[in-house]
C-alpha cells in the first residue's frame, strides 16, 4: 500500500520559513519523480517543485529562489525549504510521487500552511 504523509505545516508570519517533509512508503522511491503542489481556497491546485528521480529540479516561478525542494532516496523523504514566504504562499501542500515509465500518480492528504501579513 502507497503511502504519502506530509508534515511541517502551520502558521508562520510573512518572512518566515517553514519545511516541510513527506515520508513515502509502499513506493521504490528512488525512481520516482517527487513534487510539491498546492492549492489555496477558490484556486486550482498548482505545482510548486518537482526533483526527478536524478536530482534535477524545477519550480512555479513565484517561489524560485525562495523554496528549495530535495530528496533523501535512503530513508524515502522529499523535503521542501520555504524561506520568505508570503501571505500568498497560504495553501495546501501536497506531495506527489510521479512513476513515469507508467503514469502513474500518488498523492498525500496534504498538510495547511498559513502565511500571517
Known amino acids: 500500500q502507497v503511502q504519502l504523509v506530509e508534515s511541517g505545516g502551520g502558521l508562520v508570519q510573512a518572512g518566515g520559513s517553514l519545511r516541510l517533509s513527506c515520508v513515502a512508503s509502499g513506493i521504490i522511491f528512488s525512481i520516482n519523480d517527487m513534487g510539491w503542489y498546492r492549492q489555496a481556497p477558490g484556486k486550482q491546485r498548482e505545482l510548486v517543485a518537482r526533483i526527478s528521480s536524478g536530482g534535477s529540479t524545477n519550480y512555479t516561478d513565484s517561489v524560485k529562489g525562495r523554496f528549495t525542494i530535495s530528496r533523501d532516496n535512503g530513508n524515502k523523504i522529499v523535503y521542501l525549504q520555504m524561506n520568505s514566504l508570503k501571505p500568498e504562499d497560504t495553501a495546501h501542500y501536497y506531495c506527489?510521487?510521479?512513476?513515469?515509465?507508467?503514469?502513474?500518480?500518488?498523492w498525500g492528504k496534504g498538510t495547511l500552511v498559513t502565511v500571517s501579513s
Open positions: 506527489n510521487a510521479h512513476w513515469a515509465d507508467y503514469g502513474i500518480d500518488y
